[in-house]
């Protein structure tokens, strides 16, 4: 249902009947997962002004890929990680078809 390089590949799907009989697919809830990343390829210092986007293509090649950076520092939001100037991020290993 999702391409390999999607932080929804994997994550099952489930069915709803709607009152009237029509049933609705849904991909299932989706949680980080816990602890630290298994493999980290370097860390980056935030600068004022720069976008998690921007950061994602410079390391891993894809900026559709900030998922990657949000799972491997604990961020739902990915808005979080570029907040503060200064903030360390883990930047992961890529995964998934990089």
Avoid at 28 to 52: D, I, Y
């Amino acid at each position: 249902m999702f391409s390999v390089t999607s932080r929804y590949r994997g994550i099952d799907t489930a069915r709803l009947t709607l009152p009237g009989g029509r049933d609705t697919v849904y991909v299932r809830r989706r949680f980080l997962p816990a602890g630290p990343p298994t493999a980290v390829a370097t860390e980056h210092t935030v600068a004022q002004g720069e976008r998690l986007d921007n950061i994602t293509a410079r390391y891993l090649g894809d900026p559709e890929q900030f998922w990657q950076l949000c799972d491997a520092n604990g961020a739902m939001r990915p808005v979080e990680l570029t907040a503060v100037t200064g903030r360390r991020l883990v930047v992961p290993v890529p995964r998934g078809g990089l």
